[in-house]
């Protein structure tokens, strides 16, 4: 099932963090479509939740020093 989160992503400051994040989550199985926003520090993410979840999302993302809120 494809299903859209937004995600609360606050160390993302620059263009870089917000290349970063996009790189490291399209690299997942599961990730359709990711759009960075810098100035509310969102992440939209699509996904196929029956390939992925959210914890995984958030592992991948925290070890490039990205946590999600």
Do not use: H, R, W
């Not at 937004?6 to 599961?30: A, P, Y």
């Not at 996904?47 to 992925?52: F, K, R």
């Amino acid at each position: 099932m494809i299903q859209e989160e937004v995600f609360k992503v606050k160390n993302m400051k620059c263009t870089g963090c917000s290349e970063t994040i996009t790189k490291t989550l399209n690299n997942l199985k599961g990730i359709k479509s990711v759009e960075t926003n810098l100035d509310s520090k969102d992440v939209k993410i699509s996904m196929d939740t029956s390939q992925i979840t959210k914890k995984e999302i958030d592992i991948a993302l925290k070890q490039k020093g990205y946590p999600i809120s």
